[in-house]
Structures are given as C-alpha cells and as structure tokens.
C-alpha cells in the first residue's frame, strides 16, 4: 500500500510518545513546529501501565491521534528491571555494563514500528525523545544509532523519513528549560510519569529516573532565578 497524502508528508510528524518528561516536552516542540502531529504508544510489558494512560490523557486534551500497540514480547526477551517486578533497580548507573533498567531493542523497535506507522500515513518525520546528554547509560540512546537506524529504515522502505531529536544535544535543565519557554513546564511536572516506580509528577525521588529529573529541574530553576 502507498502512502497517503504524499503532498504534505514533510509537515506531518508523528511522535514516539510515552508519556514522560522527554516525550512530553518533544510533543509540544512538534505541535509548534508542524501543522499535523501524531503519536504513537508502546507497551512493552513494562511494570506501570500508568504512563500509558498519561500518555493517551495528554493526546486526548491536545485533540492529538493516539494511537497504542502492544508490542510486550519486547520485554519478553531480556532480564531488566523495568519489565520484571522480581529484580531490585539499580540506584545508580554501574561503572561497567549496562544498568539493569536497560530494555535491550527498545527503541530500535520502537522507532522501526513508528516508521512503517509513518510510511503508511504519509508522515515524513518520526520524532523521538532520546538524549545523548542525559542517557542514562543507554547505548539506544546515542546520536550515532539514531542516524544509522534513520539510514536503514530508509533502505528498508526506500523512502525518506526523518528521524528528529530534538532533545539529543541536551541535559535535563535545558529539557526543563525547553518546556517553560514552550509554556508547559506545569503539564511536563505534574502530567507526565518518569518515574521507574511508576509515580506520576515529581515520582518517587529515588529511582534513577526521578534523581536525574529532579536534578535537572533544581539546575534550571537555580538558573531561571539568576536571571
């Protein structure tokens, strides 16, 4: 099946969306920057179903098509703490190896499915909230698979997607930054689930995930008021 509506495909983005601070702040970046957005939700067997449902309330609010696949044999196929309640998280990122927060294929999966989304509903852009700055030792995360994942899909599909980072190049202050200046910095802290232990908002404050985030935010707001 061909694309539709090939006219317009570059002013259409479709955003990998979880719900989180990351996501969060890239969909209102994409609202500002395209005429048409999309997202796309993935369940991959993780432990708190919450974010999903964060994600689906943000979408529904902004009028913007949410569309959910369950895609839970991902987290099917490694031991990680985010999809099994039996293993104890890692508090800190470990000197060697991977924390053991780390979904192996995650996002190769996840940006792969988004762009057969795309192909199929004429969108050009995939836009994805991955951080080379702040990526918590995640090797998917990296600038160098995003562009090498970006090639292949296009050889795989001959077509010519798009994958946009707009967080890449940036830590969690300026992620925190980014939202205030597109005047969701409130939604961002208070609607969005980052949190490992599945606390919406602020979270929990001690998974590595809240750490980072609140770390970010403190660094911001230091900044906001020196100013």
Not at 123 to 131: A, D, E, M, P
Not at 174 to 189: H, N, P, S, Y
Request: with cysteine; charged share 25%.
């Amino acid at each position: 099946m061909e694309p539709k509506d090939k006219t317009n495909k570059r002013e259409k983005a479709l955003v990998v969306f979880s719900g989180g601070q990351d996501s969060t702040t890239c969909l209102y970046w994409a609202l500002n920057n395209f005429s048409e957005v999309h997202t796309i939700t993935f369940g991959y067997g993780q432990n708190h179903s919450a974010e999903v449902e964060c994600a689906r309330k943000i979408a529904m609010r902004e009028g913007v098509p949410f569309h959910y696949m369950d895609v839970s044999f991902i987290g099917t196929l490694s031991s990680n703490a985010l999809t099994d309640k039996t293993i104890t998280m890692d508090s800190e990122s470990p000197e060697e190896g991977f924390p053991n927060t780390f979904v192996p294929g995650r996002n190769l999966f996840f940006i792969s499915i988004a762009a057969v989304y795309a192909r199929e509903h004429g969108i050009g852009n995939i836009i994805t909230g991955v951080s080379q700055t702040d990526f918590s030792g995640y090797p998917d995360c990296r600038d160098s698979f995003i562009k090498s994942l970006n090639v292949t899909i296009n050889l795989a599909m001959d077509e010519e997607l798009d994958i946009i980072t707009p967080l890449m190049w940036k830590d969690k202050a300026e992620t925190w930054k980014m939202a205030d200046e597109l005047g969701v910095m409130e939604i961002i802290r208070n609607e969005t689930l980052t949190c490992y232990n599945g606390i919406i908002g602020d979270g929990c404050g001690e998974c590595p995930s809240c750490k980072l985030r609140k770390r970010g935010l403190e660094l911001y707001l230091e900044e906001k008021n020196r100013i």
